[in-house]
């Protein structure tokens, strides 16, 4: 642990089996500069940069001011980069740059240069000046023309990028914007709030899925940003789902109602011929204009299902306030959506606290249209869906839990313990009937892990060992299933 004034990693190469890893040790190190960056990784590739090496500290590298730049770049050719526990504050500029810019030496062109493996997740940005993550670069189309060698050169793209479990708030321009990023992108279980602070029109969003991007996006949350929630100008063939957007725009010119703001917008900046985009299970809430804008004329078709939209501003419109749509009917399918005119008409559990889980009686429960085969078999708080085999309506699936779902499961299932477990794990259960249960261990992203089964005797309580010795520190969710009920408990691996 220590105080510096910046950081230059350049040339440095691990490899895929022995990357080089970076930790803080003893304490927490600190940036406070007035230069142009914070950290700069140039010209490395296999890099772990991780602030997790003391427990004490939720992000062992923090950059607390950069005067005159942005607080990370990653670039010169660097790939297969990993940013992990890192805080990033007070920049002038962007709180993290990924991306090669193309030169007359033509090193970075598409068709020389390929970043692979970008990881970007449970970092910290706040208090940033342009956008909160810059990945990528924007002119995926067009190129870039460098009047140095007469000619324009094409930027390179990015495969294998995963964004998640990082916290963005007072981002100057976009929250998190991805360019570029044609094959195996993520964007998932991010929070972001008040992004686009600097109101500079078209970097005005939470997350912008930019030109040349095939990138999931999914489980975050995203509240009282000044742009749209989410825009979507990438390649098609890929989804946007389990996002709760909440008074996207709603801040912005408020006196001016023709300045539109939506929860989530789709475009087209270049759409692969025959593709699709896919806009699954969101809950928007107050958007300042329109919860859903598709206006992408060049996609095969865009799905739009089981999407939920309460109190749009432009709600004195109609329907049109809640799915805007401006292309022919052949090019959109919608269905299965609720749309509320008011907040109270959802019964969501107490939106005045912005928790919009959905109450027992909703409206939104069970109308939903069955997708797991399009993947979606979790909600937004990783919890498998359907419960009662039937999908709801927006990010969240409605389920008992606690007391409530103890006393009418027929299973009585103790939380499991120890929580966080170590080496071993318990649950005790007891079920109302002689039966098969069958517990199963699911990652938070609705992967099963693991799975057995054990008779159990009525009336009869049993202590029930789980297998945890292979499992990775995070959470996981642990589901308990009779043939006739099911009860889910939380655990934590440390």
């Excluded at 985009?277 to 206006?295: A, D, E, L, M, Q």
């Excluded at 990783?382 to 839990?401: H, K, L, S, W």
Aim: proline share 3%; charged share 20%.
């Amino acid at each position: 642990g220590s105080e510096k004034d910046y950081l230059l990693l350049r040339n440095i190469h691990g490899t895929e089996n022995n990357p080089i890893i970076i930790k803080n040790v003893g304490s927490e190190v600190i940036f406070n500069t007035d230069h142009y960056f914070g950290i700069k990784i140039a010209n490395c590739s296999f890099i772990k940069f991780l602030g997790n090496g003391e427990d004490n500290y939720d992000y062992g590298f923090r950059i607390l001011r950069v005067g005159n730049g942005s607080g990370i770049s990653i670039d010169e050719l660097s790939t297969n980069i990993e940013i992990a526990y890192v805080e990033v504050s007070n920049t002038l500029i962007a709180g993290l740059y990924a991306k090669t810019d193309p030169d007359c030496t033509f090193a970075s062109s598409r068709d020389n240069f390929t970043m692979y493996s970008l990881h970007i997740h449970n970092c910290y940005f706040h208090d940033i000046g342009d956008e909160g993550m810059y990945i990528g670069h924007s002119k995926y189309v067009q190129g870039v023309f460098l009047s140095d060698c007469d000619t324009t050169i094409y930027p390179h793209v990015l495969k294998d990028v995963k964004v998640y479990d990082n916290i963005l708030e007072y981002i100057g321009w976009d929250g998190i914007q991805v360019s570029s990023a044609d094959e195996d992108c993520s964007i998932y279980n991010n929070i972001i709030r008040f992004d686009s602070q600097k109101e500079i029109i078209y970097q005005m969003s939470g997350i912008l899925i930019g030109g040349g991007s095939k990138c999931d996006c999914y489980n975050n949350q995203i509240y009282d940003g000044k742009g749209d929630g989410i825009d979507v100008l990438g390649l098609g063939g890929l989804k946007v789902f389990n996002n709760l957007i909440v008074r996207a725009g709603k801040s912005f010119m408020p006196g001016n109602q023709n300045e539109y703001k939506h929860g989530i917008y789709v475009g087209d900046v270049y759409t692969t011929p025959g593709s699709s985009f896919k806009i699954y299970n969101n809950t928007i809430v107050r958007p300042k204009s329109f919860g859903i804008t598709y206006n992408n004329n060049v996609a095969e078709k865009g799905y739009l299902y089981n999407n939920l939209i309460a109190d749009p501003g432009q709600k004195n419109l109609g329907e049109i306030a809640f799915i805007n749509s401006n292309v022919p009917l052949s090019k959109i399918e919608v269905g299965n959506n609720y749309n509320a005119y008011e907040i109270q008409e959802v019964k969501f559990e107490n939106p005045g606290q912005d928790r919009y889980n959905l109450l027992v009686n909703s409206p939104a429960v069970d109308m939903g249209k069955n997708l797991s085969n399009e993947g979606i078999t979790f909600d937004i708080l990783n919890q498998p869906r359907p419960f009662n085999n039937v999908f709801d309506a927006g990010a969240y699936e409605f389920r008992i839990i606690g007391i409530e779902e103890i006393s009418n499961s027929g299973i009585i299932a103790s939380k499991v313990f120890p929580n966080p477990a170590k080496h071993s794990a318990w649950v005790n259960v007891k079920n109302n009937n002689s039966d098969v249960l069958t517990f199963t261990i699911y990652s938070l992203d609705g992967k099963l892990i693991s799975t057995f089964d054990k008779f159990c005797s009525a009336e009869t309580e049993y202590k029930i060992k789980l297998n945890i010795e292979n499992l990775s520190s995070q959470f996981y969710i642990l589901n308990i299933k009779s043939s006739s009920f099911s009860v889910n408990r939380s655990m934590l691996i440390d």
